[in-house]
């Protein structure tokens, strides 16, 4: 039997059960042998009913005679309590808030529980027992005489359970004979690894919780060390494209800051000069641009493109909506407007001109057809928009820079669509050929490109996943920005905190108010339990004892949109923003909103999470959040990026119907975090990586994103992956390496 064999070749399954495997992401041996534990359930000290001491810890093997639900006489908790019973004797359990273990374990189960004897009122009792129902499969391992101690967890599913996996596993064990190890030998001595068979078999049957750690520690440098490889071979494979020289004019960009209202920050200044020196390198750059909301990550990029446009080539601006896509080339128009740059907007619903035939100080509208003419001829040196950049229909004259903003917006095919034409560059060289191939147009040499984020992410997820970018940080605020306010609010302070956004309206001010997406799916990681240390990070799929937030109490734009103009502010003039809107309507509620204050039409704009990015309303103070434990703690940061933006004190109002600790404490996270990196980390360390923005949208493993817990493990593998790279860029002394770190290039997201 080979790792890469299929499960339903190895076992007999029956059609369900391939399809629950398959929701767990399991259909070859190795996925099974990979699908590891969660946690353990540590029996030790097994004895008989009547040999058990109060007070001391022990396990039991033995069967329910009778379990029921109740509510307790204070009526303040419901339990589980029945008895269990062997041949010596006969003993109470109960279980605190937990009322479905009385549906689970059956009077006539057979079952081990694990914990601490305790006695009252004259019985015998355990409260909160660690359980696990034994079936003759387990038996094998917890005869008397040889009780397994450490039982391994796994997320389940609906036909799959931990004990069928249990058993299945040992089964593998049993023929799998031996497994190439992947890892160079000298990596696992140098930092004391087990190799790879007794690795999983540790982490699958462990002996000691240490001896699950040593496993858990190699798995966690694997994923990462397998990650760095193949974005150090991207890296490595950029290095040898040629890239698109840009000569960098000092004069030019002097003359540009001349003509802000603002001086730049430090920062800024920084990163304008790492990406100008960036362009004198023979290769591509691929860089991305870190900086939290409000940093001014725009005007970098309005910079950088003046020095391209200079140079005669074009540069291709892309954006995640239309909205942002239209500030944009508003923005760059009033930038680079005295420097006679001649700019484009397309979006699937508009296309646009700067100058316009009549006039040199205006835009106008103008077909798509005849738009994408004069960008194929070069007359339209920066084109920006949405994903519409991407069609094939699009070519460019001379692109010279890519700029993509959000990046962490763009779906894995959008991206991909980038990095392959890079590749095909390569491949193909100077020749025509790729002209009419590639779909942005790409000439002789590959653009630059230039990623924008402010997703605050850890440095080590950064180092990890972007181990094959150069990484820029805008990290200073622009002066003057006042700090605001954000409060997590419970229902009973929601009619103050209106009558407080009233008082603010008066004086003038705007605000947002965000509801939970109408169709968005429950997160289930919302609430994810922690891990503890030593065991095993919970697997995507979702347990049957952690069930998602109930759909029903999202809050709907129209129906919140109904509620605050009916009741709650009908002297305010109140307008909605959502994703079914026409692009007409979304910008004439934008340009009601935007407008400058005082001549503002909208007082409350009620939105769905499109306002997330970039949106730029200085006149907005209030952003109001329902339904907050909804959203990331990213996601958050976000929308309270939308407000404090001019000059007045700006507030941050997180809606919340939750009083559970969990919940508040995260929520107060946002609340005193001073940036969103802060919060990045916060959600790294405490929450678990699932908020994150999403894990999925990396593609890790939570075993994975575990390990960036460990800065120090992440720096070893990626030191490590720099060298093997160096020594041996295709891997060719490593086949087994080789074939892995290829699959992972192929499995995981592009940025
Ligand atoms: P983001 O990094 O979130 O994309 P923007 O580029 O939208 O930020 O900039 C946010 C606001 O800050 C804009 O109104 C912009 O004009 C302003 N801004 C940018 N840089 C500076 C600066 N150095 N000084 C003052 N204001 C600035
Ligand atoms: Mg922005």
């Known amino acids: 039997m080979k790792l890469e064999d299929k499960i339903e070749n190895i076992f007999r399954l029956t059609p369900a059960k391939k399809s629950a495997l398959k929701k767990l992401g399991i259909t070859t041996a190795r996925d099974m042998l990979y699908y590891f534990p969660f946690r353990y359930i540590e029996f030790s000290g097994l004895k008989k009913i009547s040999e058990l001491v109060i007070g001391e810890h022990a396990s039991v093997i033995g069967e329910v005679v009778k379990i029921e639900a109740e509510k307790t006489w204070k009526k303040k908790m419901i339990i589980a309590q029945g008895a269990l019973k062997d041949d010596t004797g006969l003993v109470s359990i109960v279980w605190f808030n937990q009322p479905y273990l009385a549906n689970i374990l059956?009077?006539?189960?057979?079952?081990?529980?694990?914990?601490?004897?305790?006695?009252?009122?004259?019985?015998?009792?355990?409260?909160?027992?660690?359980?696990?129902?034994?079936?003759?499969?387990?038996?094998?391992?917890?005869?008397?005489?040889?009780?397994?101690?450490?039982?391994?967890?796994?997320?389940?599913?609906?036909?799959?359970?931990?004990?069928?996996?249990r058993w299945q596993i040992k089964r593998l064990f049993d023929e799998i004979g031996a497994l190439p190890e992947i890892i160079p030998e000298e990596i696992l001595k140098k930092y004391h690894l087990p190799g790879v068979k007794r690795a999983l078999m540790a982490a699958h049957f462990p002996k000691t919780m240490a001896e699950a750690g040593a496993a858990k520690k190699r798995f966690a440098f694997e994923e990462i060390f397998f990650i760095q490889l193949e974005r150090q071979k991207q890296r490595k494979k950029n290095e040898e494209i040629k890239g698109v020289s840009i000569k960098p004019n000092e004069e030019l960009i002097k003359e540009f800051k001349g003509f802000l209202p603002y001086k730049l920050t430090s920062a800024q200044e920084k990163v304008i000069s790492q990406i100008l020196d960036d362009f004198k390198k023979p290769h591509p750059m691929s860089r991305l641009l870190e900086g939290d909301v409000?940093?001014?990550?725009?005007?970098?990029?309005?910079?950088?493109?003046?020095?391209?446009?200079?140079?005669?080539?074009?540069?291709?601006?892309?954006?995640?909506?239309?909205?942002?896509?239209?500030?944009?080339?508003?923005?760059?128009?009033?930038?680079?407007?005295?420097?006679?740059?001649?700019i484009g907007l397309l979006t699937s619903s508009e296309s646009k001109k700067?100058?316009?035939?009549?006039?040199?100080?205006?835009?106008?509208?103008?077909?798509?057809?005849?738009?994408?003419?004069?960008?194929?001829?070069?007359?339209?040196?920066?084109?920006?928009?949405?994903?519409?950049?991407?069609?094939?229909?699009?070519?460019?004259?001379?692109?010279?820079?890519?700029?993509?903003?959000?990046?962490?917006?763009?779906?894995?095919?959008?991206?991909?669509?980038?990095?392959?034409?890079?590749?095909?560059?390569?491949?193909?060289?100077?020749?025509?050929?790729?002209?009419?191939?590639?779909?942005?147009?790409?000439?002789?040499?590959?653009?630059?490109?230039?990623?924008?984020?402010?997703?605050?992410?850890?440095?080590?997820?950064?180092?990890?996943?972007?181990?094959?970018?150069?990484?820029?940080?805008?990290?200073?605020?622009?002066?003057?920005?006042?700090?605001?306010?954000?409060?997590?609010?419970?229902?009973?302070?929601?009619?103050?905190?209106?009558?407080?956004?009233?008082?603010?309206?008066?004086?003038?001010?705007?605000?947002?108010?965000?509801?939970?997406?109408?169709?968005?799916?429950?997160?289930?990681?919302?609430?994810?339990?922690?891990?503890?240390?030593?065991?095993?990070?919970?697997?995507?799929?979702?347990?049957?004892?952690?069930?998602?937030?109930?759909?029903?109490?999202?809050?709907?734009?129209?129906?919140?949109?109904?509620?605050?103009?009916?009741?709650?502010?009908?002297?305010?003039?109140?307008?909605?923003?959502?994703?079914?809107?026409?692009?007409?309507?979304?910008?004439?509620?934008m340009k009601k909103f935007s407008a400058p204050a005082g001549d503002h039409k909208i007082d409350i704009l009620v939105s769905t999470s499109v306002v997330e990015v970039g949106v730029d309303v200085p006149n907005a103070t209030i952003m109001m959040i329902e339904g907050g434990e909804r959203f990331g703690l990213a996601q958050l940061h976000q929308f309270r990026g939308r407000v404090g933006r001019g000059e007045h004190q700006s507030?941050?109002?997180?809606?919340?119907?939750?009083?559970?600790?969990?919940?508040?404490?995260?929520?107060?996270?946002?609340?005193?975090?001073?940036?969103?990196?802060?919060?990045?980390?916060?959600?790294?360390?405490?929450?678990?990586?699932?908020?994150?923005?999403?894990?999925n949208q990396w593609g890790m493993s939570d075993m994975g994103m575990e390990a960036l817990k460990n800065i120090k493990m992440v720096e070893a593998a990626r030191l490590e992956a720099q060298n093997l790279i160096n020594q041996d860029p295709e891997l060719k002394k490593y086949p087994f390496l080789q074939k892995r770190v290829q699959e992972i290039g192929e499995k995981l997201h592009f940025e």
């Open 106 to 165: 059956k009077p006539g189960a057979k079952i081990m529980i694990s914990g601490k004897a305790a006695y009252k009122k004259g019985k015998l009792f355990f409260a909160n027992p660690e359980w696990q129902i034994l079936t003759n499969n387990l038996q094998l391992t917890t005869d008397n005489k040889q009780p397994t101690t450490l039982l391994p967890v796994y997320s389940e599913t609906y036909g799959v359970s931990s004990e069928w996996l």
């Open 651 to 695: 507030y941050c109002f997180v809606f919340t119907e939750h009083s559970s600790g969990r919940v508040r404490e995260r929520l107060r996270a946002l609340q005193d975090s001073k940036n969103g990196f802060e919060l990045a980390e916060y959600d790294l360390m405490f929450r678990g990586p699932g908020e994150l923005s999403g894990r």
């Open 354 to 589: 700067f100058p316009s035939k009549l006039s040199f100080k205006k835009s106008a509208v103008l077909s798509k057809s005849q738009l994408l003419k004069f960008v194929e001829a070069g007359d339209i040196k920066i084109l920006i928009g949405t994903h519409a950049l991407i069609q094939d229909k699009v070519k460019f004259k001379k692109l010279g820079l890519v700029i993509i903003d959000e990046q962490h917006r763009f779906g894995t095919e959008q991206r991909a669509h980038l990095v392959k034409n890079k590749e095909e560059i390569k491949q193909y060289g100077d020749s025509p050929k790729l002209l009419k191939k590639s779909q942005i147009g790409f000439v002789k040499s590959a653009p630059h490109l230039l990623s924008m984020t402010a997703t605050p992410i850890p440095r080590t997820l950064a180092l990890t996943i972007y181990g094959d970018l150069d990484l820029s940080v805008l990290d200073e605020m622009p002066p003057g920005r006042i700090k605001i306010i954000t409060r997590v609010v419970s229902p009973k302070e929601r009619v103050n905190t209106y009558e407080f956004i009233r008082e603010e309206i008066k004086k003038g001010r705007q605000a947002f108010v965000i509801c939970p997406r109408i169709d968005a799916a429950p997160r289930n990681n919302a609430d994810k339990t922690r891990t503890n240390a030593g065991t095993f990070p919970r697997l995507s799929a979702s347990s049957p004892r952690n069930p998602a937030l109930p759909l029903q109490e999202m809050k709907a734009v129209k129906e919140e949109y109904k509620k605050l103009k009916e009741h709650i502010f009908p002297e305010f003039e109140i307008a909605m923003l959502h994703g079914k809107l026409k692009p007409k309507e979304k910008e004439e509620v």
């Open 294 to 342: 409000g940093s001014g990550k725009t005007i970098v990029a309005a910079a950088v493109s003046l020095s391209v446009v200079n140079n005669n080539y074009q540069v291709a601006f892309m954006a995640p909506t239309e909205i942002l896509a239209r500030q944009h080339f508003e923005e760059f128009i009033r930038r680079l407007e005295p420097f006679r740059v001649s």
